[in-house]
């Protein structure tokens, strides 16, 4: 297994509050690279997950866990949501669909 993919596990930081303005700042994502395996989900492995079959879905091994908190992960351009997460005692595993 390759463990040669960059990807970047993005935590979204809210705006501060502005008592003058009564807004908002905008929100400002934080990421972190770490370097996995990526593939397609397997046909079988969706079935059971989501019950059908999604275009779009990744399996990502990473060698060591990530531990932080993060929202979402960005694989190249696309963003994912996390569906299923398999922590074990030195590999981590995450099922990951396209957010719209």
């Known amino acids: ?5 960059p990807i ?3 935590r979204i930081l809210q ?3 502005n008592a003058e303005t009564g807004d908002y700042a905008p929100e400002t994502v934080e990421e972190t690279v ?3 395996s990526v593939m397609d989900t397997r046909t079988e492995t969706m079935r059971l997950i989501y019950g059908d079959i999604r275009e779009g879905s990744l399996t990502v091994h990473l060698p060591r ?4 908190p993060f929202d979402r992960i ?3 351009e696309r963003v ?4 299923y997460r398999r922590d074990l005692r030195v590999k981590q595993s995450f099922v990951l669909s396209e957010v719209p």
């Open 1 to 5: 297994m390759r463990y040669d993919t």
């Open 65 to 68: 866990p990530y531990r932080s």
């Open 34 to 36: 770490r370097y996995a």
């Open 8 to 10: 970047y596990f993005q």
């Open 80 to 83: 994912f949501h996390v569906d």
């Open 74 to 76: 960005r694989v190249g």
């Open 15 to 17: 705006g501060a509050y």
